[in-house]
């Protein structure tokens, strides 16, 4: 009978194991060890979210660079997903005001790498191993406009504190004009047709200006976690 040792010592076939899951667990807990052990020392940051198309000298690619710097100035690390847009603005502003400039990026069919401001960066496969380091070692989130990816983030944080999986921290919004009608619908829409309580709404601030942003992500005032819905007593 073969044992696993010799069969393990005796391999030398095309590696189909590597192709399957019980190794992929094991690559996924890499991702968790990796990345708990790079940031754990970072001390208090934020994630910065937002389009990875905007264009270095348009207003939103000048909002993450203002962003970014106001941080750093005021002694927070910026944690962005490492890719270009917004995120590489709001990572050239943090390096900008001398800070600690972070970048958790991800294997893309059209990646294009860490964009070049990043100091600090790590490479994921797995997007929801990623996603638990911007929650894991930021105090809150700054979200500049953006698209799918953004609202991905934008939501996935909505929906840890709405169900109380992470203690309550600040979300603010940049850019009324582009989230306004996004907040619009899910008050008119979600809101009046019951499927959010109006109270969710209170997690998420919206403001215009990087300065306004920066200062209720550090000082704001942060709501208890809420229920999840309308039936408990307020
Ligand atoms: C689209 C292009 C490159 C994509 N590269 C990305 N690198 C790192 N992180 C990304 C990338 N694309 C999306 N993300 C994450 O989602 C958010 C931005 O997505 P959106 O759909 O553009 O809003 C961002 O916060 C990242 O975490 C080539 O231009």
Redesign the pocket.
């Known amino acids: 009978m073969e044992m696993s040792d010799q069969r393990l010592l005796d391999t030398k076939g095309p590696g189909h194991f590597i192709h399957t899951d019980p190794w992929r667990v094991m690559r996924i807990q890499s991702e968790f060890v990796e990345g708990f052990g790079a940031l754990s020392d970072l001390g208090q940051a934020v994630s910065v ?5 905007t264009k270095p000298g348009s207003a939103y690619y000048d909002m993450g660079v203002e962003v970014g710097r106001k941080l750093a100035e005021a002694g927070v690390a910026v944690i ?8 590489e603005a709001a990572n050239r502003g943090a390096v900008e005001g001398n800070g600690v400039s972070v970048g ?3 294997e ?1 069919p ?3 790498g860490l964009n070049q401001w990043v100091d600090l960066g790590i490479n994921f496969r797995y997007f929801f191993a990623r996603k638990t380091m ?1 929650v894991k070692y930021a105090q809150g989130f700054i979200v500049l406009p ?8 934008l939501f996935e944080a909505m929906v840890l504190v709405q169900t109380q999986k992470v203690t309550s921290f600040p979300i603010v919004l940049l850019g009324a004009a582009f989230w306004g009608p996004m907040i619009e619908w899910i008050t008119g829409t979600l809101v009046a047709e019951g499927m959010v309580s109006a109270k969710d709404l209170d997690l998420i601030q919206v403001v215009d200006s990087p300065e306004e942003a920066v200062n209720l992500v550090l000082h704001g005032h942060v709501r208890a976690p809420s229920t999840n819905g309308d039936q408990r007593p307020e």
Not at 49 to 53: E, H, L, M, T, V
Not at 146 to 153: A, I, K, M
């Open positions: 979210f937002g389009s990875a198309r962005t997903g490492g890719g270009p847009g917004s995120m958790l990026g991800i893309l059209f990646e294009q911007f953006g698209g799918l990816g953004t609202l991905d983030e």
